[in-house]
């Protein structure tokens, strides 16, 4: 009887950090995903940003009219979300962040720190696990980084 107690404690608690681990791989796919789409690509359709982000015909979002080369254009219209708004709602599945509720803030600085704009949303308190992204890209001829966190509500 105790061994088998034993087993099926082992068991459970195998299982519970393989979920984990599958979790936290899945997220880090996400988070790295939306980073790079965000720098690498002009978005689907490329004039995205003369729409309503909520608008469905929107496929990607994409900073860059050539891989880490920001349009200044785009981008604002990007950080110029309000978390919580019907824009950045629609922002998470266009970003492919929507297959476990997953939920983000996204800032872009310039490498001093010095902060150009930024979307926060706050994290609930009870979050367990959060996945940070970074990557350099130009804007306006200036080295930039863009800052991503992406976490499960």
């Known amino acids: 009887m105790v061994l088998l107690a034993i087993y099926f404690t082992s068991s459970v608690a195998v299982t519970d ?29 490329s004039n995205w940003e003369n729409a309503p982000i909520n608008d469905t015909g929107i496929r990607s979002l994409g900073l860059a009219n050539s891989r880490n080369l920001l349009d200044a254009e785009k981008t604002s219209a990007f ?56 990557r350099l890209a130009i804007l306006n001829g200036t080295e930039v980084r863009l800052k991503m966190v992406v976490w499960r509500e």
């Open 17 to 45: 950090r393989m979920g984990e681990a599958e979790l936290r791989a899945e997220m880090e796919e996400a988070t790295q995903t939306a980073a790079n789409s965000l720098l690498r690509t002009p978005g689907d359709p």
């Open 79 to 134: 950080f110029n979300i309000t978390c919580g708004s019907a824009e950045y709602n629609a922002t998470v599945p266009i970003l492919g962040l929507s297959r476990r509720a997953y939920a983000y803030n996204a800032s872009l600085e310039y490498l001093n720190g010095t902060l150009i704009y930024s979307i926060n949303r706050t994290p609930p308190s009870s979050i367990v696990q959060s996945i940070p992204a970074e």
